[in-house]
């Protein structure tokens, strides 16, 4: 089972990750650099602890699968 600490982790590289993605992309339609990547960044961590909330709700448990699948939704690495 993995720590609290190792998920948030993965939680504060989904929100890099989500960030770092949209930081050009956010100055082609004038939007703030921060703001974009903050937005993105929030975004995807949020997809991540509502997968998390729904598995927990289900059976009032996180297996290591759950949590995995959960940060497989924003890792498209992961996806393809």
Known sequence: MQTFKQVMMRIFAVIAAES???IGA???VGIEVWQ??????????????ET???????D??????EI???F???DKKANE
């Not at 974009?36 to 602890?49: D, M, P």
């Not at 998390?52 to 289900?58: D, E, H, M, S």
């Open 20 to 22: 770092l993605g949209v």
């Open 60 to 65: 009032g448990h996180l297996s290591a699968e």
């Open 52 to 58: 998390l909330a729904r598995f927990y709700l289900a």
């Open 36 to 49: 974009a990547a903050t937005l993105a960044g929030a975004l995807g961590a949020a997809r991540v602890l």
């Open 26 to 28: 956010g100055s082609l």
């Open 72 to 74: 497989a939704k924003v």
């Open 68 to 70: 995995n699948e959960a």
